[in-house]
């Protein structure tokens, strides 16, 4: 018997039994009594610590040091039960279970099968064992991204310097110049460096409104953004799984498209600061090849209202 756990929330990392000053005489009748009704042995006490107890889990034999008061209000959770529960979730899952998580109880650092150490909550991990969720691996994609920066002639250098999480930090190979850009940008190229090239912000441009349907009713949900090309885009460079049903239900054309840039993140900012539980998690999106973007279909009458007012006064 090795450790003595504290609870979940405690930030105390176990300790050995070995190491702490545990007296098993000193024992009220009342905690034998209450540490049975709720699956433990009374284990002792540290007569130094006066409102604490050690109660040993009859299911897994683990020691954990709880509060009187837990005790006498509640029932205790066995910390060692619920580790071992979490590797459990993480075996079925694919994923080694490192340690709990410091900062968050229902969270876990885990290694995943490419050998990086991932952080994930523990239902999302019990999803992915069910087979509803895939994995993305952080450090995998961060780089998958600086390969596909290569490709367009940008180094990925890392955070940017405004603070969005769907940007990264670039540098031109050409050129030298340094540049904020998405992530979904520099994957679709449509983007200019600001030092070197006009491109496409003169050229004419649309935002767009997308619908997808996921197979065996796993969700709908939609999307907007610009593209000179909404249906080429649509088809060629989403990556979509198999299955899934994608159209294009709207679009709206502007003559530049930094016309068009500005009012795609209007609508972008009204959904987010509106509805934050619209904004799909890139977590979630293990069906497309974007990161954002993707809003909950719960969106949709919202949308189809700012477009129809976009459309009303751009057409006006
Ligand atoms: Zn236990
Ligand atoms: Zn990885
Ligand atoms: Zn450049």
Redesign the pocket.
């Known amino acids: 018997m090795p450790l003595v756990h504290y609870s979940r929330r405690s930030r105390r990392a176990p300790a050995h039994v070995a190491h702490i000053l545990i007296d098993h005489r000193l024992a009220k009748p009342s905690w034998h009594c209450l540490a049975s009704q709720h699956?433990y042995r009374y284990f002792g006490r540290d007569p130094k610590i006066r409102a604490q107890v050690y109660l040993r889990?009859?299911?897994?034999?683990?020691v954990?040091a709880v509060h009187t008061h837990v005790l006498r209000t509640a029932r205790p959770e066995?910390?060692?039960?619920?580790l071992?529960a979490m590797a459990r979730e993480a075996t079925a899952a694919g994923l080694e279970f490192l340690r709990p998580c410091p900062h968050d109880s229902h969270r876990g650092i885990y290694r995943a099968s490419c050998g990086h150490e991932v952080s994930r909550q523990r239902v999302f991990v019990q999803k992915i064992g069910a087979g509803k969720v895939a994995l993305r691996c952080e450090t995998c994609l961060e780089n998958r991204n600086a390969a596909e920066a290569r490709k367009h002639g940008w180094i990925l250098l890392g955070a940017p310097s405004n603070g969005d999480p769907n940007y990264r930090r670039y540098l031109h190979h050409g050129c030298s110049h340094q540049q904020d850009i998405t992530v979904g940008n520099m994957l679709s190229g449509r983007f200019a460096c600001h030092s070197c090239s006009e491109g496409w912000l003169s050229d004419t441009s649309y935002i767009y409104l997308d619908y997808f349907e996921l197979p065996d009713g796993a969700g709908e949900f939609v999307k907007v953004g610009m593209s000179r090309r909404p249906e080429a885009r649509l088809r060629h460079q989403f990556d979509l799984a198999d299955g899934v049903h994608a159209e294009v239900l709207e679009k709206i054309r502007f003559d530049t498209g930094a016309k068009a840039l500005r009012a795609e993140k209007q609508i972008h900012k009204t959904l987010r600061d509106a509805h934050p539980e619209w904004v799909v998690s890139a977590e979630e999106l293990d069906w497309i090849g974007v990161t954002s973007e993707i809003y909950r279909i719960e969106a949709l009458p919202r949308i189809r209202k700012l477009f129809a007012d976009l459309r009303a006064r751009t057409e006006a």
Do not use: K, P, V, W
Request: glycine share 14%.
């Open positions: 699956g889990c009859l299911s897994c034999d683990g954990m066995c910390t060692s039960c619920y071992r």
